[in-house]
């Protein structure tokens, strides 16, 4: 026949050509060779409508549209080609893998159902169960046929297989009303056509949403991280080539870990959708939010003007989410903290422009830390102060674990004294850490210890030092001294901790009764059920407990009484106005009486002021601490301090008021 037509593959290209008819001859009349010329024409005819339908089926596949539209297509084509009224293809339901969906179709009836059992599907269900074709000439006989398409007078039917990936998800029927009309091969060919295309369309949809997912945050629908770094690349390189800008939001909920908590990681799943919903809201159109991780957000915008802008884009935010939300019934309050970052501007008045991703990500992240340290709900913009200082605390922290691994950290040790006579009754175990010849203010590195861990080792070592301290005094015959040493909460946690507070006692051989360990007040009060059954444990040793700071923690006086506890320490900040406010005067005497009530020990600290030992002697309390009777001393001039028996004014030089806490961590806190 020579070369092939155009669409050659598609239904109907067998049919013959006009050189392969064979017509028989008539002398009398052409009827015979009329009659082949119309067939010719017909077949002509049909074959150029399905090509007609199938490019424009195909042409709509190769747009990025709704799949929906594109088997709307497939149903429509099927239907004028085929010269039918009913036509609908059926697919899988994705929640019931045992029912057929009707997802697109021509001529049905409305009303029906639908969902429909793949049992129950009639030629339909067939197709799709054996992955065949299935065509069945007298509908009526049929025992799978469907009593509604019996009542819409359906007499011949096929069934074609619809698939994904080779494998059938459902199915594609075409039905005739017509009496006498049968579906020979070629119109089974041309069904099996477009059901190739309405696969197509599924799978390439199947595709799409794999890809989709790729770059779409499967919980909340936002980008995902992919995603907002691809937009913050497009984003610097416009900055790069017009000197346009940018600007980056990084939010991170505050108290997020609280609602997983207590309410479960269902509801906390729950909320961030809500809130991702209220951030998209509230985000100007042209952002791009996503969810970078957990309960951290991004929002991108790419053509910000000023910081400014950002700013007020970043205040609407945080606005947005002040209402409660709803979660499965639970009122749950959310704020967040915010950081913003910047890239570009050519004039160079906007503060740390970022030049790459990983910078813009890394200020804006700074930024929204120090939005927390400022007090959480609120928002931060990067200046390069902020990562100057995180460089510097992660060499601070750097050095830090290296003095705490090498034992470098050394104690110091404060007078506690009997206020009436001077003499010095015990001390308290003061951490020092000498850096390069600076000393160190705890304030700088307390913080740093805690949140790395490093404190539980530094605790050890501390306890270490005032047990040490001790046994060397009672071999100078100083007996009847007391040592307190400051415990942090996660020092109190540690199922260690009993075992090695037992072997420090054992080695030095020091009495348990003359070592005091002191735990913050509103460490305490955090949970005093679990708290007091530590402490017990602890107390079972023959050591005493402190709490320090009290009267500021806010305890309970019913809980107090229940906690196994020998000693109260009067916060600083009722002694600092002691002499001069009627108000803080009450207060420590109110402590002196509760005190007395329980059957405690009362020691007041910060204590600077000879008016200050004046007022507490004359409200009952014996013992105190601070610098008017001496500053911490390392232990050989303690000692000698100890040896002369007295404290005072006189006892050592008397170094400036400066705190240096580490209250309420295991290793001591600041001089009194």
Excluded at 215 to 226: E, H, I, M, S, W
Excluded at 432 to 461: K, S, Y
Excluded at 572 to 597: G, I, K, N, P, Y
Aim: some cysteine.
């Amino acid at each position: 026949m020579g070369d092939a037509m155009p669409g050659s593959d598609l239904p109907g290209s067998d049919l013959p050509g006009p050189d392969q008819l064979h017509p028989a001859t008539c002398a009398s009349c052409g009827s015979t060779a009329g009659t082949a010329g119309a067939e010719l024409r017909a077949a002509l005819d049909h074959r150029q409508s399905v090509l007609t339908e199938m490019v424009a089926v195909q042409r709509a596949l190769a747009r990025r549209g709704p799949l929906q539209q594109k088997l709307d297509l497939v149903t429509q084509a099927v239907s004028r080609v085929l010269d039918v009224k009913l036509v609908g293809i059926r697919l899988v339901d994705r929640t019931n893998p045992e029912e057929l969906l009707v997802v697109s179709g021509t001529g049905l009836d409305p009303t029906l159902p639908i969902r429909s059992p793949v049992a129950g599907s009639g030629v339909g269900g067939a197709a799709f169960r054996s992955n065949q074709t299935v065509c069945v000439d007298d509908y009526g006989e049929h025992p799978a046929a469907m009593g509604h398409y019996l009542r819409a007078g359906v007499r011949v039917v096929m069934g074609v297989p619809v698939q994904k990936f080779g494998r059938a998800v459902g199915s594609i029927v075409a039905a005739s009303t017509t009496p006498g009309r049968r579906f020979d091969e070629t119109d089974r060919e041309t069904l099996r056509a477009f059901a190739d295309q309405a696969s197509i369309a599924l799978t390439e949809q199947h595709l799409f949403e794999e890809m989709q997912q790729g770059y779409t945050d499967p919980l909340t629908g936002l980008a995902n991280r992919v995603q907002l770094l691809i937009g913050l690349s497009a984003a610097l390189n416009l900055v790069a080539d017009d000197g346009s800008t940018a600007a980056v939001l990084f939010i991170d909920l505050d108290g997020f870990k609280i609602v997983n908590d207590t309410l479960g990681h269902a509801i906390g799943d729950e909320l961030l959708v809500k809130v991702a919903q209220r951030l998209r809201r509230a985000a100007p159109g042209t952002a791009t939010v996503g969810r970078f991780g957990g309960d951290e957000f991004l929002i991108l915008l790419p053509a910000c003007a000023a910081v400014s802008e950002a700013s007020a884009v970043a205040q609407h935010l945080l606005d947005a989410l002040t209402a409660s939300f709803d979660v499965s019934g639970h009122e749950v309050t959310i704020a967040a903290s915010i950081g913003i970052a910047w890239a570009g501007g050519t004039g160079g008045t906007e503060p740390g422009s970022a030049a790459s991703s990983l910078d813009l990500l890394r200020h804006a992240d700074t930024a929204m830390y120090r939005a927390k340290a400022a007090g959480r709900g609120r928002y931060c913009v990067f200046e390069q102060e902020m990562y100057d200082d995180l460089v510097r605390a992660l060499a601070r922290e750097r050095d830090l674990r290296e003095a705490v691994e090498s034992e470098a950290m050394t104690a110091h040790f404060q007078p506690i004294v009997d206020l009436g006579t001077g003499t010095v009754t015990g001390a308290e175990a003061l951490v020092r850490w000498d850096h390069g010849g600076r000393l160190v203010p705890p304030l700088e590195f307390v913080g740093i210890a805690e949140e790395t861990g490093l404190i539980v080792p530094l605790g050890r070592q501390m306890l270490r030092h005032a047990c040490n301290a001790l046994a060397q005094w009672r071999h100078a015959g100083l007996n009847t001294l007391s040592m307190s040493v400051n415990l942090s909460v996660r020092e109190l946690e540690s199922p260690s901790l009993v075992e090695d507070l037992q072997a420090e006692l054992d080695r030095t051989g020091v009495d348990p009764s003359s070592l005091v360990i002191e735990l913050t007040e509103s460490a305490l009060m955090r949970d005093v059920t679990s708290m007091s059954v530590r402490l017990t444990t602890l107390r079972s040793l023959g050591v005493r407990i402190a709490i320090d700071d009290f009267g500021t923690g806010y305890s309970s006086l019913a809980r107090l009484r229940w906690l196994p506890i020998d000693i109260l320490k009067i916060d600083r900040s009722f002694v600092d106005e002691l002499d001069s406010d009627r108000l803080s005067r009450a207060m420590a005497a109110t402590v002196l009486q509760l005190a007395d009530a329980l059957g405690l020990e009362v020691v007041a600290e910060g204590v600077e002021r000879d008016a200050q030992r004046t007022v507490l002697l004359d409200l009952g309390c014996r013992v105190g601490q601070g610098y008017l009777f001496g500053r911490p001393l390392p232990l050989p001039e303690m000692t000698a301090l100890l040896l002369r028996g007295q404290a005072g004014p006189g006892a050592g030089s008397v170094a400036p008021a400066i705190s240096m806490s580490m209250k309420p961590f295991v290793t001591p806190g600041a001089a009194r």
